[in-house]
Nanobody, 115 residues
Framework: QVQLVESGGGLVQAGGSLRLSCAASGTISRINNMDWYRQAPGKQRELVATINNGGGTNYADSVKGRFTISRDNAKSTVYLQMNSLKPEDTAVYYC?????????WGKGTLVTVSS
């Protein structure tokens, strides 16, 4: 079992920045990729960024150049640095941990970007 706890969401003005954190606990040795997803009201959940065990990263086109995903293995924590935020970035952001058997999800943290 893996437990994920997100933090760092909040209200920010357009153009501002936030840093989200996702702390993992439990059987973390089974984790391969860790991802950030988001779900805006009335929309499907979408993949925002992913980082693998080797530190390789991928981003959705909508956030490239603005968001950075990073991973601190010593702290079992993944971060999402979000800069130049836009109102369309408003969503609940979820952390996801992939193991060979199952995907684990956190409960999410709300990010609201005002115009």
């Amino acid at each position: 079992q893996v437990q994920l706890v997100e933090s760092g969401g909040g209200l920010v003005q357009a153009g501002g920045s936030l840093r989200l954190s996702c702390a993992a606990s439990g059987t973390i040795s089974r984790i391969n990729n860790m991802d950030w997803y988001r779900q805006a009201p009335g929309k499907q959940r979408e993949l925002v960024a992913t980082i693998n065990n080797g530190g390789g990263t991928n981003y959705a086109d909508s956030v490239k150049g603005r968001f950075t995903i990073s991973r601190d293995n010593a702290k079992s924590t993944v971060y999402l640095q979000m800069n130049s935020l836009k109102p369309e970035d408003t969503a609940v952001y979820y952390c996801n941990a992939n193991t060979p058997e199952v995907y684990y999800w956190g409960k999410g943290t709300l990010v609201t970007v005002s115009s």
